[in-house]
């Protein structure tokens, strides 16, 4: 019962480091996009960490880890891991296709 609270604990960690680092690489690049200054920094491999916080967050917030993402004896993913591994990555392509579309829309290259 304490395990499946401590990886609910933990999704709500993750999915709060997300929003930080979602704030700080996306939100603000894209404000100072639409203030107009000269150039904007982003980095585009960012969005993979925000991905995973995403995903995983989320994931652990409402299961718990009910249904194991690995197999710790054999050390691979179960289905429920690949499962995961695949809207991760989903996630993080369109992710970056979105920022990149956003920021050359708004006159940056």
Known sequence: MFGEVRYRLGGLLVLVV???VGWSAVWQPLHQAELGTDTVTWMPRIVVLLAVCAVFG??????????PYRD???STLTTAGW??????????????????????SLGYH
């Open 18 to 20: 997300g929003a930080a």
């Open 58 to 67: 989320v994931y652990f917030l409402f299961t718990g880890n009910r249904y």
């Open 72 to 74: 710790v004896e054999r």
């Open 83 to 104: 499962v995961l591994f695949a809207i991760t990555a989903v996630a993080a392509v369109g992710g970056f296709f979105w920022m990149d579309m956003t920021l050359k």
